[in-house]
């Protein structure tokens, strides 16, 4: 028999674990303090659990991580992981500094199989879904690193590599994980789950009970350009997808956040910005511009500045309120006359981590 990680249980899954074993239901309790609050890595040192039930907990359990494959640092703080599951697949995840606090980007699958056109992690197909354990792993693994600063993770994006809704009960586990108050305690307005528009994950998510971000990645105003760019817009169009969107405010009561990345001559025009504004009126949301980054298998180019600018300003004079994605970073590819992203020159930004680390041994 594997043994199981507890990184993978949420409290009442590892609570009915306990109970199945003729033990006390607190138990769990102490576990997710042990390993969450008190930052133990190892069954000896759970020093108010009996050597013989820690035995059987070293014989049946792991508190094992996934291992730090590569850390690049870039100049703003950024750290970009990629790190190695028991199976020797990778994946990354990133950390973001802002001044309200440390946020993670984590990866859901290895690999994806949305084929959006303009993303560079369905270069190759999805390989297999990331377990709970695998999930929690990127946070506790940059925990650790964060620690040591006196740090810790205090916001959770599900926006890395894959399709969170195509791996919904792995990432349901994770976000209670991470929510758990005897635990991370990391409040679930701080969590945040991007979606390429799945509508049963759309559904599913609003009936989870606890108040988490929706981000809808929505790219276009209408059909015909979705369709060109996201191949999940004809199994879900626009109208069924902002259905979904609408029933999801109505039981949760949260606002939505829809991501549009603006593509040169693609989607970036005033007759889109006046689409999008009329589609999403009277929808509770608010609209993120993001502008592309370019992943170099893909034709696509970032709108130009004004464009930008244009399409901000329509937005907002039109009742959608919009921001454009804060660009960060400090330059260290400066010199290639990037323009400033998170971490620019580690590849970190949203779109650009990258499939290849699929393939498994090392590379
Ligand atoms: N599958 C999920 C989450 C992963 S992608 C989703 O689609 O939402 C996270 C965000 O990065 C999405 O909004 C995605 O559309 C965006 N993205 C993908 N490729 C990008 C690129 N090249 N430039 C900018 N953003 C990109």
Not at 65 to 73: D, E, S
Not at 131 to 155: D, F, W
Not at 216 to 227: F, M, V
Request: some cysteine.
């Amino acid at each position: 028999m594997p043994k199981k990680n507890l990184f993978g249980y949420t409290l009442k899954a590892l609570e009915e674990e306990m109970l199945a074993r003729g033990e006390k239901k607190y138990r769990a309790t102490q576990l997710y303090q042990w390993i969450y609050v008190k930052k133990v890595t190892d069954f000896d040192s759970m020093t108010d659990i009996s050597k013989s039930f820690r035995d059987v907990l070293k014989e049946e359990y792991t508190l094992d991580l996934p291992r730090i494959f590569t850390k690049q640092v870039a100049s703003d703080g950024t750290i970009k992981l990629l790190v190695e599951m028991e199976d020797g697949a990778k994946v990354e995840c990133v950390l973001m500094r802002y001044d309200y606090g440390n946020a993670i980007c984590v990866s859901s699958q290895i690999g994806c199989s949305m084929g959006c056109a303009f993303c560079a992690s369905g270069l190759l197909k999805r390989e297999r879904n990331l377990s709970a354990a695998e999930i929690t792993g990127q946070v506790m693994v940059m925990n650790k690193i964060l620690y040591e600063e006196g740090e810790n993770v205090s916001h959770i994006v599900v926006m890395g590599t894959g399709e969170p809704f195509d791996n919904y009960d792995n990432v349901s586990s994770f976000i209670h994980i991470m929510n758990e108050a005897k635990g991370l305690a990391i409040g679930a307005r701080h969590i945040t789950v991007s979606t390429c528009g799945l509508v049963p994950g759309i559904k599913r998510y609003g009936d989870e009970g606890i108040q988490v971000n929706l981000a809808i990645s929505l790219h276009a105003p209408n059909d015909k350009i979705r369709n060109e760019l996201m191949p999940v817009s004809r199994a879900y169009n626009m109208d069924v997808l902002l259905d979904a969107v609408k029933e999801y405010i109505e039981k949760s009561g949260r606002r939505v956040t829809f991501e549009y990345i603006l593509i040169k001559g693609v989607n970036d025009t005033i007759e889109c910005a006046k689409e999008l504004s009329e589609r999403l009126r009277g929808i509770l949301c608010y609209v993120n511009l993001i502008p592309l980054n370019p992943v170099k298998e893909k034709p696509f180019e970032r709108s130009l500045d004004k464009d930008t600018k244009a399409f901000s300003l329509y937005l907002n004079n039109h009742g959608i309120n919009c921001t454009i994605r804060k660009e960060w970073g400090t330059g260290i590819d400066a010199a290639c006359g990037q323009l400033k992203e998170w971490g620019t020159g580690i590849d970190a930004a949203c779109g650009q981590l990258r499939a290849k680390y699929v393939l498994k041994g090392r590379n």
